[in-house]
């Protein structure tokens, strides 16, 4: 590189050089131009005119001859220009290598301190594993000693086991003989416990007809001491039977006063219950399945009726009205088979009675049966209202009912 430095100062020095000499050579051809143009010619002046003229064209091709040079430095000056760039460049991407390898080595340094960590870690753990493995060992070689006494006591068993099958064998063969000379016993006893039990049979037939004898003639004895004992009552009690007799007649004067009268109440009670009003009903709600969810509170029109007796529920309106002040039973069950809320209020005309209701968290058939008892005046009205966002759930089979009926009247 200096090298090249230096070659292109002297280049350069040489060019400046050249051009001050080609400045020179035009400035002496003018002067000699303006010199033959004022002053008269001699020999000499011709000769060193010749001279001159022979001289300039030499200097010029030494200039043209200098230019090239200068222009093919310039195009050599360029062209190491261009290549001191890519060095640069090459020397850019190099020093970025250098570093990304710098980084790769400072990463690898530090991955080796942690696997040299690591090692030193496996190394403890092999000390550790090595050491637990000389104790399995020691324990292995006491396990091994215990199976070598554990045989030799399984042999002894093994012994003792055969002598005890022999024994048992030779008291089967006693047990067999036992077990015969039992069955015989045995036969022997049920022989002797069937001829006592028909003795004792015997012995108990013989007693009972004994005891009944007995029982008779004690029985006969009693028998004719009661009859004598009840002739003597009988006739202490005619006399009485007769003053008995005055006094049931008396008594059955007064029963029939009494029966005349209870017939007279009954007629009258029963002429009161014929003109008392008969009011019951019982209702269904529908056969279209679901009921709601509404967004408003809506009056349920139970709309199949199947008792009204006095007329007293109307299935355009859902209301009972009642027809004379009385005591009321009032009874409603609700059904629902969504989830969400199932429930009704219950209405005295304009005033709430009851609000029952039950959160659902599975589909399925659920039910809820309230009653109530009211008085009521002569034009009460009654109606359940089915509140906004709950729903019910009806059928042919009747899941939601509404019934009532008077108890008695005020």
């Known amino acids: 590189m200096?090298?090249?430095?230096?070659?292109?100062?002297?280049?350069?020095?040489?060019?400046?050089?050249?051009?001050?000499?080609?400045?020179?050579?035009?400035?002496?051809?003018?002067?000699?131009?303006?010199?033959?143009?004022?002053?008269?010619?001699?020999?000499?002046?011709?000769?060193?005119?010749?001279?001159?003229?022979?001289?300039?064209?030499?200097?010029?091709?030494?200039?043209?001859?200098?230019?090239?040079?200068?222009?093919?430095?310039?195009?050599?000056?360029?062209?190491?220009?261009?290549?001191?760039?890519?060095?640069?460049?090459?020397?850019?991407?190099?020093?970025?290598?250098?570093?990304?390898?710098?980084?790769?080595?400072?990463?690898?340094?530090?991955?080796?301190?942690?696997?040299?960590?690591?090692?030193?870690?496996?190394?403890?753990?092999?000390?550790?594993?090595?050491?637990?493995?000389?104790?399995?060992?020691?324990?292995?070689?006491?396990?091994?000693?215990?199976?070598?006494?554990?045989?030799?006591?399984?042999?002894?068993?093994?012994?003792?086991?055969?002598?005890?099958?022999?024994?048992?064998?030779?008291?089967?063969?006693?047990?067999?003989?036992?077990?015969?000379?039992?069955?015989?016993?045995?036969?022997?006893?049920?022989?002797?416990?069937?001829?006592?039990?028909?003795?004792?049979?015997r012995l108990s037939s013989s007693e009972s007809e004994l005891l009944l004898s007995k029982s008779r003639i004690d029985q006969l004895e009693r028998e004719n001491a009661d009859h004598e004992t009840r002739l003597t009552a009988t006739e202490s009690k005619s006399s009485d039977l007769e003053k008995e007799t005055a006094d049931l007649q008396t008594r059955l004067s007064s029963s029939e006063s009494e029966l005349l009268l209870s017939k007279s109440r009954i007629d009258q009670l029963e002429r009161e219950n014929a003109e008392r009003p008969k009011v019951a009903f019982y209702t269904a709600l529908t056969d279209a399945g679901h009921v709601g969810p509404y967004s408003t509170d809506i009056t349920l029109k139970y709309s199949k009726v199947f008792t009204n007796i006095g007329n007293a529920y109307n299935p355009a309106t859902g209301f009972f009205t009642a027809p004379v002040k009385g005591v009321y039973y009032l009874q409603f069950s609700v059904c629902s088979n969504r989830t969400g809320y199932m429930g009704v209020y219950v209405y005295k005309?304009?005033?709430?009675?009851?609000?029952?209701?039950?959160?659902?968290?599975?589909?399925?058939?659920?039910?809820?049966?309230?009653?109530?008892?009211?008085?009521?005046?002569?034009?009460?009205?009654?109606?359940?209202?089915?509140?906004?966002d709950y729903s019910l759930y009806d059928s042919p089979h009747n899941h939601n009912t509404f019934s009532g009926s008077l108890l008695f009247t005020l």
């Open 349 to 388: 005309n304009n005033q709430l009675i009851m609000f029952n209701d039950e959160g659902k968290e599975e589909v399925g058939l659920e039910y809820l049966t309230k009653s109530v008892v009211l008085e009521l005046k002569a034009g009460d009205e009654i109606y359940l209202v089915l509140p906004s």
């Open 2 to 201: 200096r090298v090249v430095v230096g070659l292109l100062l002297l280049l350069l020095a040489l060019c400046g050089s050249g051009a001050q000499g080609e400045g020179g050579g035009l400035g002496q051809v003018g002067e000699i131009s303006e010199f033959q143009e004022t002053a008269p010619r001699d020999a000499a002046e011709e000769s060193a005119e010749s001279t001159t003229k022979q001289t300039t064209p030499d200097i010029w091709a030494e200039v043209r001859a200098l230019r090239d040079m200068v222009v093919e430095l310039k195009v050599f000056v360029q062209l190491l220009q261009r290549e001191n760039s890519d060095l640069q460049t090459r020397l850019s991407s190099s020093e970025s290598e250098l570093l990304l390898s710098k980084s790769r080595i400072d990463q690898l340094e530090r991955e080796n301190a942690v696997q040299a960590t690591d090692l030193t870690s496996l190394g403890t753990r092999l000390t550790a594993t090595e050491s637990k493995s000389s104790d399995l060992e020691k324990e292995n070689a006491v396990q091994a000693t215990d199976l070598i006494s554990l045989g030799t006591r399984l042999t002894a068993t093994e012994s003792k086991t055969s002598d005890l099958e022999k024994e048992n064998a030779d008291l089967q063969t006693r047990l067999s003989s036992s077990e015969s000379e039992l069955l015989l016993s045995k036969s022997r006893i049920d022989q002797l416990e069937r001829e006592n039990a028909d003795l004792q049979t």
